[in-house]
């Protein structure tokens, strides 16, 4: 019989995809058989299982929660300002965030504090499941996000660097309030490109872990790895070399991964300097802060943005990302070049461990410096090419929604 060589070259990627799923299918059934993780938490080695399960757990959910998106109609559509060509499912997070539930319950070690960061992630990921379904208003929003930070502060995950006075307890809970809802935002406006916010989650949780593992805090690594595995899972789906993502984060996957990162930053414990304590996360989740500054500064500098209502509600196509496509680089090449800067900020971090208040300052005066550099470059690259009046290359594979911005909270 003929069969066409197109044909033919069709079925090596799906006979690749089943061969891959069937091996993660069977590495997940042998951790579940008691004996094997037994000898996993014996040998000390727990983050290694719980690494191995979240990942295969959330690679094997992913199709399923595509498939549900199919059936729910709960998909990204083309049109207005996306770029993309073509509906695609939204409900990558939930997968994500059934493999990091299944493992923390498996593990079955909790503390005071891991409860409140899972508990108040769950119900950001169901306000974003919520809003992937029915858009909701930004103050609504912003109300549960305020909630879910109230469940950190119950369950004592919070911001503590205030020197002792009568307004050091409001000030803690306020800083804490700002920085968590800050955060899961910030990765929100990150989602705006194949892999972004879910590599650039797994790198910020993979450094969370070493530290973890560095200094001896278990249930900070319990989360961290967890996070970070279940991201590793997610991600061959949603940052394919050849093709667009087949599923996006949605509101509940980015959120969740945001607020996630957010609450393990103020649950760990970074350094013995106040100030290393401050920095070390800080310059971890240096790319979401800067994204945050430099579009507020941007919006409320040309008159975008007067007022917290407006902040609130405003989108636009002026993040970090946006910005490296307009300058040329491509869709894949402005995501591994955050990815890079992501890494290096997480190596500086590690440096710090052991050191010095000054040290610390020092290292964030120069990430700072680099950042302050990096934003004045691509300023002024947009500038020559508005006044010479050149179009920027578009990126040939740009057929997602790599512009695009979900409206909400931005």
């Known amino acids: 019989m003929y069969v066409t060589e197109s044909f033919r070259r069709s079925l090596v990627p799906i006979s690749k995809r089943k061969i891959v799923w069937v091996a993660v299918l069977s590495v997940a059934l042998v ?24 990942s295969s757990l959330a690679y094997l959910a992913t199709p399923l929660a595509r498939k549900v998106a199919w059936v729910l109609g709960v998909l990204d559509r083309p049109g207005g300002r996306k770029v993309h060509e073509r509906p695609t499912p939204l409900l990558g997070g939930a997968a994500i965030y059934v493999a990091f539930a299944a493992v923390l319950l498996l593990n079955f070690s909790f503390s005071w504090e891991l409860k409140g960061v899972a508990l108040g992630a769950s119900l950001i990921f169901i306000l974003g499941l919520v809003d992937d379904l029915c858009p909701l208003p930004a103050w609504l929003k912003l109300l549960v996000q305020l909630g879910a930070v109230g469940i950190l502060i119950r369950f ?4 503590s660097f205030l020197p002792d006075g009568f307004w050091s307890t409001a000030g803690e809970w306020v800083l804490t309030a700002m920085w968590v809802v800050g955060i899961t935002n910030a990765m929100n406006f990150l989602d705006g490109l194949d892999g972004l916010a879910t590599g650039l989650a797994a790198i910020n949780a993979a450094f969370f872990t070493i530290v973890a593992l560095q200094t001896g805090q278990p249930y900070m690594g319990f989360l961290s790895v967890a996070l970070l595995g279940s991201c590793l899972g997610f991600l061959p789906h949603n940052f394919r070399l050849r093709e667009p ?14 607020f996630s990162l957010a609450g393990i930053a103020v649950m760990g414990e970074w350094g013995e300097s106040r100030l290393v304590d401050i920095v070390i996360p800080v310059l971890i989740l240096g790319i979401p802060i800067f994204d945050m500054t430099l579009t507020t500064l941007m919006r409320v500098g040309t008159g975008q943005v007067r007022s917290v209502g407006e902040w609130l509600s405003f989108t636009g196509r002026d993040h970090f ?44 005066l120069q990430a700072g410096i680099i950042f302050f550099l990096i934003g004045y470059f691509i300023i002024f690259v947009e500038k020559q090419y508005a006044r010479i009046g050149r179009v920027v290359p578009q990126d040939p594979g740009s057929h997602n929604r790599n512009l695009k911005e979900k409206p909400g909270v931005t």
Not at 156 to 159: A, D, E, I, P, Y
Not at 335 to 357: C, P
């Open 321 to 364: 990302h946006h910005r490296l496509l307009e300058i040329g680089l491509g869709r894949r090449r402005a995501v591994l070049t955050i990815y890079v800067i992501a890494v290096w900020l997480g190596l500086s971090a590690l440096v710090l461990k052991g050191s010095t208040g000054t040290d610390a300052l020092l290292v964030l």
């Open 156 to 159: 004592g995950v919070v911001l």
């Open 245 to 258: 993502a087949s599923i996006f984060l949605g509101d509940a996957g980015s959120t969740f991964l945001g």
């Open 31 to 54: 951790l579940l058989i008691p004996p094997v993780r037994e000898n996993f938490f014996g040998w000390g080695i727990r983050w290694v299982y719980l690494l191995l399960f979240s």
